[in-house]
């Protein structure tokens, strides 16, 4: 029985063509600039890729604020029945857990210290 081994090289069938020098040369010079061109690409990758984590990690944080804030107006928002045969009731009320009523006459605005805003 024959053994062929696989090497790296494969054999040659004929002689490499010896290429003028000017013409390898330029072909070393492509080949360094196609070279920076890719560590280019895979930095500009790696940067668009964190940027890509991030907004997706804010995003998330924003949705669960969102939650959270929704909740929250759920529980401050005084519920009021509609009654009144079609025609639309005012907007609800939100009540600021730290002064009520507010210091400055108005019931139906919310003030920096207030947990609604954020």
Do not use: W
Not at 43 to 61: G, K, W
Not at 66 to 74: C, D, G, P, V, W
Request: contains cysteine; glycine residues 4%; aromatic residues 6%.
């Amino acid at each position: 029985m024959l053994f062929f081994f696989l090497t790296a090289k494969s054999p040659v069938v004929g002689p490499t063509p010896v290429l003028p020098a000017s013409v390898e040369e330029s072909y070393r010079q492509k080949c360094k600039e196609i070279k920076k061109r890719i560590v280019e690409i895979e930095s500009s990758n790696d940067v668009l890729t964190s940027r890509i984590q991030r907004a997706r990690r804010a995003i998330q944080r924003m949705r669960l604020e969102r939650a959270f804030l929704l909740e929250q107006l759920e529980k401050r928002t005084d519920a009021r029945v509609d009654d009144s045969e079609g025609s639309p009731s005012p907007p609800p009320t939100v009540r600021c857990p730290y002064l009520y009523p507010h210091s400055c006459g108005l019931r139906n605005h919310v003030h920096s210290h207030c947990e609604l805003t954020g």
